[in-house]
């Protein structure tokens, strides 16, 4: 029998410290609406994602009601595009499709315009990356992806040449809404088959169809977990691992729900600690309950580490299937202990990015001045590449190169996309690096077999 | 489908009379009640059966809030699984 105390333990968590669970992602495999032309190609996947998805929310609302938890987000991800349209080349068509089936079901977000190029672009791929800047200033709701490297592919910097003008062009396409088509693109290291969190969800062609992956969170909780503890830093991580055991076993249980009621595959369980602008749903926040004065300030990447591992070691054990990102994430603008210590100067790019090593993803929602050069973008996105590459992990860049902002600006999104100050970037080129193109090989440590 | 119930709020004459009688109305078997005073809140937990119930949870759980709304008290409920999922190995 459940005691008074736990029951009390669970409402507070819901209730004061915003536990939630973040997203319940609905996984299509489009690979069966593929037609001759780009037309029926597009209607087809409409027909699809509309049937699969028609009940995503009203499951979701239901279940908030039955476990008292709320379910923030319902998406959809379906198969990367690119592939997709491959043969009909109607990527723009499809986008249309995904952003009227995202209207039409009511979800809040559609992933899966997605190139895979780490190791090579085909012509087609180059065409459909070059599409984005368009999708994403006539979509609002479809997200954009693009892996541009792997740890045994190595890095692919004639497609990282490229997205340099991606990020460029969407924000500049999109400079009346403060350039928020770079919000929903992201370019990957290492991405994963079976992310349920936006903007870098796609289903994977090794996925079943019809699969439901869930994104847990609870940076609240935690924090206010450590503040009761006062020991040293292996009773942190202790209490860390208690907490995201606890918060995962409830994702657990809510992806297991939704899956049977709508009559999809369990997939996996995302047991990432994933921050929204409201007070009190930080991870910086934990990070200083940790005993940093601010974040960015040295040991900021050492107790960064220390969260992600207890999160993942908590977790692990309380789902069955663990995957997606899994791990703290550190987007900016959704963090309002972030974006304080970037505006009181405590937090650094160049700190964020040592910090993208130890952290489940990489440099997210930060936003960087508008006259930035596509070189520079690119270059940032090679460095995290280099990082993920390296270290045997995903690693991501969502930046927002904000047209007609400067450093100190702020570009503000609303939501759970939140606000974000311009920050400093280098004004050194790195022009020449990039213009060389090429791939830079795997690492050694990748040829295991 | 068992699930628990917590009131929450100012103490005062007639909550847990109108909680009953609403849940007695609707068919709702009260298996086990305990309640103290936390942080001068009135705190009270109830174990229920619904299976007698013929409405759906979240359909009973909106009747609840509009109770609490009336009493001046939170009132939540919640399917007991969430408990023994997050509680339970």
Not at chain 1, 136 to 149: E, G, H, P, Y
Not at chain 1, 345 to 370: Q, Y
Not at chain 2, 6 to 21: E, H, L, N, Y
């Amino acid at each position: 029998m459940i005691g008074s105390n736990e029951i009390l333990e669970t409402i507070g968590m819901i209730s004061a410290q915003h536990l939630d669970v973040r997203c319940i992602t609905l996984g299509l495999s489009l690979f069966d609406c593929i037609r001759e032309s780009g037309k029926a190609t597009a209607d087809k996947i409409y027909d699809k994602i509309t049937h699969f998805a028609k009940d995503l929310v009203i499951t979701g609302d239901k279940i908030a009601a039955i476990y008292g938890i709320p379910v923030v987000n319902k998406r959809v991800s379906v198969s990367p595009c690119s592939l997709i349209g491959a043969s009909s080349g109607g990527f723009v068509e499809i986008a249309h499709a995904l952003e009227r089936a995202a209207n039409e079901t009511g979800i809040d977000f559609i992933g899966g315009y997605t190139a895979l190029v780490h190791k090579g672009m085909t012509d087609y791929e180059q065409r459909f990356i070059m599409s984005i800047p368009e999708v994403l200033s006539i979509t609002s709701k479809v997200c954009a992806s693009v892996n541009i490297a792997s740890t045994r592919a190595g890095i692919n910097m004639d497609a990282i040449g490229l997205m340099g003008r991606i990020f460029k062009e969407t924000a500049y396409l999109t400079r009346d809404k403060d350039s928020i088509g770079c919000a929903k693109l992201v370019a990957f290291a290492n991405a994963v088959e079976d992310n349920p969190f936006m903007a870098g969800a796609f289903h994977g062609v090794g996925e079943a169809d019809n699969v439901i992956n869930v994104g847990v969170s609870g940076p609240g909780v935690v924090k206010a977990a450590l503040e009761l503890v006062d020991g040293d830093l292996t009773e942190i991580a202790e209490c860390v691992k208690r907490t995201a055991f606890k918060v995962t076993r409830a994702g657990q249980l809510v992806a297991k729900a939704a899956s049977e009621m709508l009559g999809a595959k369990f997939g996996i369980v995302d047991l990432s600690l994933a921050p929204t602008p409201v007070i009190g749903d930080s991870v910086a926040w934990i990070l200083e309950e940790m005993g940093l004065e601010k974040v960015g300030c040295c040991g900021t990447t050492a107790a960064l580490a220390l969260l992600n591992d207890a999160v993942k070691k908590g977790g692990i054990m309380a789902s069955s299937h663990v995957g997606g990102l899994s791990g703290a994430f550190i987007p900016v603008s959704e963090d309002i202990g972030m974006i304080n210590a970037v505006v009181e100067g405590a937090l650094t790019l160049s700190k964020l990015e040592a910090m993208t090593a130890v952290c489940s993803v990489g440099l997210d929602m930060i936003a960087i001045p508008g006259d930035t050069d596509e070189a520079v973008i690119s270059a940032i996105i090679a460095d995290e590449a280099a990082i993920g590459v390296v270290n045997n992990k995903t690693t991501a860049v969502r930046v927002i190169p904000a047209y007609g902002k400067v450093a100190g600006d702020f570009v503000e999104y609303g939501g759970l996309l939140g606000r974000a100050p311009v920050m400093e970037i280098s004004k050194y080129s790195p022009a020449k690096f990039i213009k060389r193109g090429g791939r830079i090989p795997a690492p050694l440590h990748s040829n295991k077999n | 489908m068992k699930a628990f119930i917590t009131v929450i709020g100012k103490d005062r004459v007639g909550i847990i009379a109108g909680v009953s009688t609403l849940l007695a109305e609707q068919k709702v078997n009260i298996e086990d009640i305990s309640q103290t005073i936390l942080q001068d809140n009135f705190t009270m937990i109830m174990r229920v059966d619904t299976a007698e119930c013929a409405l759906a949870l979240d359909e009973l759980a909106k009747k609840l809030t509009e109770k609490g709304e009336s009493l001046g008290v939170v009132i939540t409920i919640r399917h007991e699984d969430i408990f023994n999922a997050m509680h339970r190995i």
